[in-house]
């Protein structure tokens, strides 16, 4: 499977961003998809997840409220806005691709990665 990511960038803290994500050499919708993210000196955070059929979603309590992970199927794509960021947000962000069934949708267990896109939020 390949990913393509974008939507990174530079903004100010309360600003918003949407990163996007598009799969291909796979059937999209046999994925359940989520996104990472990891600041230098850190581990990497589960931030979103959404199933194959975008009926429920997880979301990192320190995200939850700001953050909507989405898809669509149709386009091989899966979607995070971001609003009212914060300087802490600031990470390299990976969107993953899970085949396998898990129990949870907060499994932090995925089969494929994207390459990562930066996003720096400034105070």
């Known amino acids: 499977v390949q990913f393509v990511e974008s939507g990174g960038g530079l903004v100010q803290a309360g600003g918003s961003l949407r990163l996007s994500c598009t799969v291909s050499?796979?059937?999209?919708?046999?994925?359940?998809m989520g996104w990472f993210r990891q600041a230098p000196g850190k581990e990497r955070e589960h931030v979103a997840a959404v199933r194959r059929t975008d009926t429920s979603a997880y979301y990192a309590d320190s995200v939850k409220g700001r953050f909507t992970i989405s898809r669509d199927n149709a386009k091989n794509t899966v979607y995070l806005q971001m609003n009212s960021l914060k300087p802490e947000d600031t990470a390299v962000y990976y969107c993953?691709?899970?085949?396998?069934?898990?129990?949870?949708?907060?499994?932090?267990?995925?089969?494929?990665w994207g390459q990562g896109t930066q996003v720096t939020v400034s105070s």
């Open positions: 993953a691709a899970r085949g396998l069934l898990v129990a949870t949708i907060s499994d932090p267990r995925y089969d494929a």
């Open positions: 050499g796979r059937t999209f919708s046999n994925y359940a």
